[in-house]
T-cell receptor
Framework: AQSVTQLGSHVSVSEGALVLLRCNYS??????LFWYVQYPNQGLQLLLK??????LVKGINGFEAEFKKSETSFHLTKPSAHMSDAAEYFC??????????????FGKGTLLTVNP | NAGVTQTPKFQVLKTGQSMTLQCAQD?????MYWYRQDPGMGLRLIYY???????DKGEVPNGYNVSRLNKREFSLRLESAAPSQTSVYFC????????????FGPGTRLTVL
């Protein structure tokens, strides 16, 4: 069974500072990994995904994440935070659940606050 | 192309009442999912339907039932609502492929008094 741990339920940065949101995963097979973003009172929106094509994945809004197998990590970064980045971020891993079925397992989320 | 739609957006129930949350997708996806989101708990899978005609339990199925009405629609029913079911409910859909990118609806905010 797969699992995801997001380190830090709340991260606060200043506008223009580096954003680093941490995600570690556990999976018995090569994983497919995702980062989703949720703005207040909205559904989840895909930021980026890792599907083994490249270890450094670029997503929308200037975010990127690096897959590190040796560290079982998939941390999300953005060089310069913008006020509009304030949201909750979820890391997720896709795992096999029997037959031809796959399910996503989500981390508990990290709330990003951006201070002016 | 509306993506994933959910109705209603908000609902208040009394303990013991029943209701059905509706979900529809127009992306011709095979798989559909129901999640609940609670503060500090992330998203937890209630039920999913890998393909039309099949449904399976997720992590927290107790107190819920689902129906995959057709390829487009997947409903979630609370037969006898309890305060513990106060939550935000999200429906999602995906192609039935291993990378499993899911597309989410806007959510239903349910309060059970």
């Amino acid at each position: 069974a797969q699992s995801v741990t997001q380190l830090g339920s709340h991260v606060s940065v200043s506008e223009g500072a580096l954003v680093l949101l941490r995600c570690n995963y556990s999976s018995s097979v090569p994983p497919y990994l995702f980062w989703y973003v949720q703005y207040p009172n909205q559904g989840l929106q895909l930021l980026l995904k890792y599907t083994s094509a490249a270890t450094l994945v670029k997503g929308i809004n200037g975010f990127e994440a690096e897959f590190k197998k040796s560290e079982t990590s998939f941390h999300l970064t953005k060089p310069s935070a913008h006020m509009s980045d304030a949201a909750e971020y979820f890391c997720a891993v896709s795992g096999y659940s029997g037959g031809s079925n796959y399910k996503l397992t989500f981390g508990k989320g990290t709330l990003l606050t951006v201070n002016p | 192309n509306a993506g994933v739609t959910q109705t209603p957006k908000f609902q208040v129930l009394k303990t013991g009442q029943s209701m059905t949350l509706q979900c529809a997708q127009d992306m011709n996806h095979n798989s559909m999912y129901w999640y609940r989101q609670d503060p500090g708990m992330g998203l937890r899978l209630i039920y999913y339907s890998a393909s039309e005609g099949t449904t399976d339990k997720g992590e927290v199925p107790n107190g819920y039932n689902v129906s995959r009405l057709n390829k487009r629609e997947f409903s979630l029913r609370l037969e006898s609502a309890a305060p513990s079911q106060t939550s935000v409910y999200f429906c999602a859909s995906s192609e039935r492929t291993v990378d499993n990118e899911q597309f989410f609806g806007p959510g239903t905010r349910l309060t059970v008094l």
